[in-house]
Nanobody, 124 residues
Framework: QVQLVESGGGLVQPGGSLRLSCAAS????????MGWFRQAPGKERDFVAA???????YYADSVKGRFTISRDNVKNTVYLQMSNLKSEDTAVYYC??????????????????WGQGTQVTVSS
């Protein structure tokens, strides 16, 4: 198991930006495939973005062009840069480790080792 801790959430106005961070424990971070999901009240946990150990990136259509996922293998951290935020981006954001290279990048069932989540609220 890997321990994951998210940070960087908060309240932001529509059109604003935030950067989320997810710090991972352990010395094998560079071998991990990582993803971000979000969950709004009363809704399912939805895929946002993912980055492979080889730096391939994947995005939900709803965030493509506005969000950027990246990783720093020296700091054992994965980031989610969010720009042009909309009210519908309001949710708790979670990072997670993908179990392995097989399976869908977009389904939470293929991920384990979830963080505790960080709240993002987009409101004027």
């Amino acid at each position: 198991q890997v321990q994951l801790v998210e940070s960087g959430g908060g309240l932001v106005q529509p059109g604003g930006s935030l950067r989320l961070s997810c710090a991972a424990s352990g010395r094998t971070f560079n071998t991990l495939n990582m993803g971000w999901f979000r969950q709004a009240p009363g809704k399912e946990r939805d895929f946002v973005a993912a980055v492979s150990r080889n730096d391939f990136t994947y995005y939900a259509d709803s965030v493509k062009g506005r969000f950027t996922i990246s990783r720093d293998n020296v700091k054992n951290t994965v980031y989610l840069q969010m720009s042009n935020l909309k009210s519908e981006d309001t949710a708790v954001y979670y990072c997670a480790r993908k179990k392995d290279a097989i399976g869908s990048w977009r389904s939470p069932v293929w991920y384990d080792s979830w963080g505790q989540g960080t709240q993002v609220t987009v409101s004027s």
